[in-house]
Nanobody
């Protein structure tokens, strides 16, 4: 089993910064990708940023240049540094761990999700 615990959300004024953290525990395999998704009221959940164990990153166009994703493999923790926050960044932010492992039938991918943390950008 895998558990993901997020922290760092809150209320911030436009232009401000927040740092989200997500620690994974349990059976963590070496081939995995960690990422952050967000879901605003009435909208679908969307990818914000993702990072592989080797450090390759991927960002949504809407956050490029403002958000930075990083990870500490020794701590199984992923971070999201959010700068220059805008009201449209308001959402529940979810951490996701995708693990890939071998089975007798080939490679299998499994996703795990955190419980979500609220980020509100408002004056």
């Amino acid at each position: 089993q895998v558990q993901l615990v997020e922290s760092g959300g809150g209320l911030v004024q436009p232009g401000g910064s927040l740092r989200l953290s997500c620690e994974a525990s349990g059976s963590i395999f070496s081939i995995n990708t960690m990422g952050w998704f967000r879901q605003a009221p009435g909208k679908q959940r969307e990818l914000v940023a993702a990072i592989s164990r080797g450090g390759s990153t991927n960002y949504a166009d809407s956050v490029k240049g403002r958000f930075t994703i990083s990870r500490d493999n020794a701590k199984n923790t992923v971070y999201l540094q959010m700068n220059s926050l805008k009201p449209e960044d308001t959402a529940v932010y979810y951490c996701k761990l995708q693990q890939v492992f071998g089975t007798k039938d080939g490679l299998k991918s499994v996703d795990y999700w955190g419980q979500g943390t609220q980020v509100t950008v408002s004056s």
